[in-house]
């Protein structure tokens, strides 16, 4: 990461501490040019941006779905389960993770933020040191403040590992027909 980077990343750090709006708005200016209107939204972003800070900034469910290990538990209480791809295992530290006992293909992924995740369609290619590295950097990532992302703040980092669903080239084994 440049210098540049990593002074924006730290500028923005500041500013949610200051005040998650403000770094919102600069965010905002910065992508789209112009200023943001929250008292009159009409874009789909300034609408979404809208509902961060009317709907979503403290919201429990919100909190609960953003966290890609929790969402299981409420779509099982939803009676969803049948959407969820199966879970090989949660790890709350990466030195716990059974790496001999995985299987030949799976997905690594952190639980909050996004771009986190690796996927592993050969284990035998597979780079388990540069691994730990990557995923120790996610762990200690602060996604909520770079993006005054409010609703991932209090969330444990985990590794989650799920079940593979590509084919072997990699790409999805379901088709339009074999979903409805």
Same mark, same amino acid.
Request: glycine share 4%.
């Given at each position: 990461?440049?210098?540049?980077?990593?002074?924006?990343?730290?500028?923005?750090?500041?500013?949610?501490?200051?005040?998650?709006?403000?770094?919102?708005?600069?965010?905002?200016?910065?992508?789209?040019?112009?200023?943001?209107?929250?008292?009159?939204?009409?874009?789909?972003?300034?609408?979404? &941006?809208?509902?961060?800070?009317?709907?979503?900034?403290?919201?429990?469910?919100?909190?609960?779905? +953003?966290?890609?290990?929790?969402?299981?538990?409420?779509?099982?209480?939803?009676?969803?389960?049948? &959407?969820?791809?199966?879970?090989?295992?949660?790890?709350?530290?990466?030195?716990?993770?059974?790496?001999? +006992?995985?299987?030949?293909?799976?997905?690594?992924? &952190?639980?909050?933020?996004?771009?986190?995740?690796?996927?592993?369609?050969?284990?035998?290619?597979?780079?388990?040191?540069?691994?730990?590295?990557?995923?120790?950097?996610?762990?200690?990532?602060?996604?909520?403040?770079?993006?005054?992302?409010?609703?991932?703040?209090?969330?444990?980092?985990?590794?989650?590992?799920?079940?593979? &669903?590509?084919?072997?080239?990699?790409?999805?084994?379901?088709?339009?027909?074999?979903?409805?």
């Amino acid at each position: 990461m440049s210098k540049r980077n990593r002074l924006a990343e730290f500028c923005r750090c500041c500013l949610t501490m200051i005040s998650p709006k403000l770094n919102t708005k600069v965010v905002f200016y910065s992508k789209f040019h112009r200023r943001l209107d929250l008292n009159h939204p009409k874009t789909l972003n300034e609408k979404v &941006l809208w509902l961060k800070f009317n709907t979503y900034w403290d919201n429990p469910v919100v909190k609960q779905c +953003a966290d890609k290990y929790r969402v299981r538990e409420y779509l099982r209480e939803k009676g969803f389960s049948e &959407l969820l791809t199966p879970l090989i295992g949660a790890y709350d530290n990466i030195e716990q993770i059974p790496w001999n +006992a995985l299987p030949e293909r799976f997905v690594l992924k &952190l639980n909050i933020g996004c771009g986190c995740n690796l996927v592993v369609a050969d284990k035998s290619k597979f780079d388990i040191a540069d691994a730990k590295k990557t995923m120790k950097k996610w762990m200690k990532s602060r996604f909520w403040l770079m993006f005054a992302e409010m609703q991932y703040k209090d969330v444990e980092p985990h590794i989650l590992i799920e079940e593979f &669903l590509g084919t072997s080239t990699g790409g999805c084994q379901w088709t339009i027909s074999s979903i409805a």
